[in-house]
């Protein structure tokens, strides 16, 4: 090894300082909050609290996130593959202007046009009462868990899409040309052949998209109601109406635990890969 | 969706060049019928694609325009440019929101770019121990789930009187914001060619005039491209601020929240395409500054 | 050139003496409507009386969650101490008894010249804490429940009534719960209040930690109720679903109906109910914080309020809320049909008899507390 730089280090310190003093510092105060008692000692109390308040929104905010992933993952698959493997140019051309506009919609934004979209009297259901397809009973309103989910989908597909469309620009044609050349329908050659070589990019998008959906805090707000909700509004409602640092905290590490567990089985894949290889 | 495949080996055999639509040579009639409705199955997927990516925002530009809107009615009651006025005008809430975001916005790009182009040219030029370990602690800001990181850092910040302030949520934004500004400065470092700089030392530059002579102005459109990144997010920027800069300070987001949850939708869509227009712009924009090998280099 | 330079120099001037002139910090609790007051209406008034003063409104959001932040604020400000930065606070009743107690606000009301004018008992017993002298009701609001005479002919009069309407018509009743805004909570407590059983020990005390249990049956109660309506994100979120038809009743703030109603927000054939044994009402509270620079100016912004002018046009007229001084002060300053306009649906004695206020403090939290165990997990 050889000498380090002591300029580079020196240059790299500002950036070190402000994510000690305003992430790590933080992130350790949420973690010895959660754990300590009033009394100094060590407890799972405030776990204990924190489940007894909202083990039904734990769930919930699991359930949301897995499937919002998981969805995320689907329709970025479906469009990147399009747009790599389809045979009609201005489709490509189309598909291409089009998937990128809700990503740089902020998601508060997103939120507030979910929040008059998706009612029961809302644009959509209107719209298609008046296309025919639905009667005006038939209407209901996706504004709770449901509307979450697509609000989530909507801001994160085009971020991921984006990645694995890059990611299957970049893989080598020969191999698409060479599966479709033996008789492969396209379907198969985007699962079998195209997948397995941007799985990486895949899981990178999903794994970002999954730790980013865990922190919003204005869509569970502003689009569903507050029973059942998410954690971050739950962790927002004990600070702000009852100063509950140690629960609010409490429901922060579990919070982290699924990032988590997340982040490990990427990792764990990753492992894996490069044994492999 | 792609709804269609070849009907059989053959024809697939036949599709040699794989850039024209597969037209299975059976018969014409049969094969300009299935051409054809796959072109409207295509459509009309492209339109309903369209209408979930943009109805939403429709809605938002309806609910911008509507000044009376009950039930049962499926449209606003009465159309107007009332809201307009009550949110432009000079004593409202929504310019001197907007004044707040934007200094913010200005002053976090600031602070990241002080602190990041100094740290990615270390982390891209000089020899760092434990690189990769530095690298990835700028990423774990992204990697946990920022609320409760949030709440704790505003309660620290009221114990320093920094709660509330504008200078609070600055350094909130920009800290978060780091991640982007030190890869893409680094990435962007890392894309300028080595020569370019060794041939400036050779005619006898010092090191200090050829970073700031050859190195930064090449690196610049990465950085600029990272500048407006950061930017944005500040712009945007809604659960930090929540936490560390209410009640004093109000920006954008808040603003918009705010009106949301008060029931006044008029006045938070026209919040929200306000919010949009640097978003859009800076889509149509980024194609310029982000260019391929940057991007290539970023996470290296 | 010089145009450009004439100009700035003529905004620097101007912003130097805008900063050099006082400023009256007022901070709100409360929804979006109570910061539109001062900043729309007692703040512009204010300044035209106090010239070279300005006056800055900020709202820190709806219910018990808005007037926390106040409390949080001024408390680290004591023990930092240093002068808060607000001169005047209007906050919820039970954030006020907390505030007296802590001895975060001064007394204030008996040097004011308004201070007589109110007689109620809201303006000395808040929840139970004894606040005689700290402060000054700014009006009086009432809860009640929002229905739509078109879709639910014969709106229920009693809590039984509606529980057993909601079960007969799901999803056709909302709510907010606890979180989001404070006529949620108000239906809880008049749930509790009706079914839990000794109404009055709950309003007036004395605290007995053991009421708690008795309050089971009708938790469960509540979360079978819950089963069949719909949760709404807050005070307006309710408002928004009656509006557009969504739900058919709900419980509402009187004035945030009316308000809404006059903008075109309600539909014009909305009306109101309050059932029995009784739903609550609060008044909020002008404060003023303990150690605070500007305390002659606060005090005469509260004075402003609450005269009997201000209270007549502002309050009642324009924001529609029930007066915080004693009604028979504004006679004479408030025409009769925009007295009536008020007691349109709820007629004087329906007010009398079935407004209550919200249970003492110790038994407010174990409600919120016990909901949130019980009926929400």
Known sequence: MERPSFLGLLLITPALIMIGALFLYPLGFSLAAAFTEPGGGLSLMHFQKAYELYSTDILFTLFIVVVSTLLTGLFSIIIAGILTLSETPWLIVALRNLYRWPLFIPFIVAAQCMRTFLAKNGLMNNSFVALGLMEPIQTTSFLDWRGIIITFVWKQVPFVTLMLAGAMASIDRATIEAGRNLGASRVRVLIELVLPQVAQTLLVGLVLSFVTMLSVLSVPMMVAGSQPTMLTVDMAFRINSYGDYATANALGVISYLMAGTVAWIYLRHNVKREVQA | MSGKSPSSPMSAALDLSGGQPSVPHVSMKSGKVWTFGSTALKIAGLAVFAFLLFGPLANLALWSVAERWYTPFKLPVSYGLRYWEVVFRPTGDAMSSLATSVTIACLTVLVALAVSIPSGYALARLRLPWRTALMILFLLPQAFPSVAIYINVARVFYSIGLSGTITGVVLVHAAHGLVYSVWIAAAAFAAVDRDLELAARNIGASPLRTFFTVTLPLAAPGIMASAIFVFLESLDEFTGTFFVGVPQVTTLPLLLYNASMGGNYQIASITALILLVPSVVFMIVIERFLKADVLSKVGQ | ?377
């Open chain 3, 1 to 377: 050139m010089r145009n450009c330079l004439m100009t700035a120099g003529l905004a620097a001037f101007l912003m130097t003496n805008a900063a050099s002139a006082q400023t009256l910090n007022v901070a709100t609790a409360g929804d979006q409507n109570m910061v539109d007051y001062v900043k729309d209406y007692l703040g512009p008034m204010f300044e035209k009386s106090h010239p070279g003063v300005k006056v800055v409104a900020v709202g820190t959001g709806p219910g018990d969650g808005g007037s926390q932040k106040i409390f949080e604020k001024l408390d680290a400000q004591k023990k930092a101490g240093v002068n808060s930065d607000f001169d005047v606070v209007v906050i919820h009743q039970k954030a006020a008894g907390t505030m007296a107690q802590d001895g975060l606000i001064q007394k204030y009301r008996d040097a004011l010249p308004t201070g007589s004018l109110v007689t109620r008992d809201t303006a000395t017993n808040a929840l139970g804490t004894d606040v005689t002298g700290y402060v000054m009701p700014m009006f009086h609001s009432q809860t009640a429940i929002a229905y739509n005479p078109d879709l639910v002919k014969n709106p229920p009069s009693t809590y039984a009534e509606l529980r057993d309407w909601a079960k007969q018509n799901p999803k056709q009743f909302g709510y907010n719960g606890i979180k989001g805004g404070m006529s949620g909570v108000a239906f809880v407590t008049g749930w509790v209040s009706a079914f839990g059983g000794d109404a009055a020990k709950l309003e007036k005390g004395p605290y007995d930690a053991a009421t708690k249990a008795t309050w089971d049956k009708a938790m469960a109660d509540l979360k079978a109720f819950n089963q069949s309506v719909v949760i709404t994100p807050g005070n307006a979120g309710t408002l928004d679903m009656l509006n557009r038809g969504e739900i058919a009743m709900g419980p509402v703030w009187v004035d945030m109906f009316y308000t809404w109603k006059a903008d075109g927000k309600l539909p014009p054939n909305m009306r109101l109910k309050l059932v029995s044994p009784g739903m609550p009402g609060q008044p909020m509270y002008y404060a003023i914080p303990a150690k605070t620079a500007q305390e002659k100016l606060a005090a005469e912004f509260v004075a402003l309020a609450t005269s009997p002018d201000v209270q007549a046009e502002g309050i009642v007229k324009r924001f529609n809320w029930y007066p915080g001084i004693d009604a028979k002060n504004l006679e004479g300053k408030l025409d009769q049909a925009a007295w009536n306009q008020l007691f349109a649906d709820i007629p004087p004695d329906a007010l009398a008899a079935n407004g209550k206020p919200f249970p003492i403090g110790p038994y407010f939290n174990d409600i919120l507390e016990t909901y949130e165990k019980k009926v929400a997990n």
